[in-house]
């Protein structure tokens, strides 16, 4: 009597505990199914050669979904310029003592702001898909634009040279550092 109750609790478990064993299963995440991106991977990220940002856009109108996916490319890349000239400013600056370093460095992102809000004519779309929900209709649109590098240091220096509110002296540092800048876009450039 009990040697039945054993194998009868025995059979049980193993009918209980063989259903979690599948073998081969697909296996699911609580976060649900990967998502497959355009525009993602090496060949859309910056480098030592090129600034490059991508976008997203969603709406029920094309065009607004377009604009919304160039505006946030466009902001990625201006964040990206703003950063390194950030960095270039404070290891150029740190470099160099005078009493008007924190000028200098208030008109140079000044600069950057300024030329990230006109056109660039060196600004490249490398990439758009546009795809549309058939449920709710939205279209989603995928922008990926690039500049190199040097032409964006060029256009600044440029910009920079017509500012008529920079004074000669603050005209001049930002013109060395941008020609610093130059110099080594061209190297990556070359290489």
């Known amino acids: 009597m009990l040697l ?102 208030d008109k140079f992102q000044q600069l950057v702001r300024e030329v990230m809000s006109t056109s660039i004519g060196d600004l490249r779309k490398i990439g758009e898909e546009i795809r549309q929900n058939q449920e709710t209709q939205e279209f989603t649109v995928y922008t990926a634009y690039e500049i190199k590098k040097n032409a964006m240091f060029r256009f600044m220096k440029k910009q920079a040279q017509l500012d008529q509110k920079l004074d000669e002296v603050t005209r001049k540092r930002i013109e060395e550092i941008m020609d610093e800048e130059i110099k080594k876009a061209d190297a990556e450039d070359h290489d």
Not at 26 to 43: C, D, L, Q
Not at 64 to 89: C, F, Y
């Open 4 to 105: 039945r109750t054993s194998i009868g609790l025995l059979a049980t478990s193993l009918l209980l505990a063989l259903p979690g064993c599948k073998g081969g299963a697909k296996t699911t995440t609580s976060a649900g199914p990967k998502v497959e991106m355009p525009f993602t991977g090496n060949k859309y990220e910056s480098n030592n050669r090129f600034f490059r940002g991508t976008g997203t856009g969603t709406s029920v109108k094309q065009n607004i979904a377009r604009s919304k996916s160039d505006l946030e490319a466009k902001n990625q890349l201006a964040g990206q310029v703003g950063t390194t000239i950030r960095a270039v400013t404070d290891q150029y600056l740190g470099q160099t003592e005078n009493a008007n370093n924190a000028e200098v460095a």
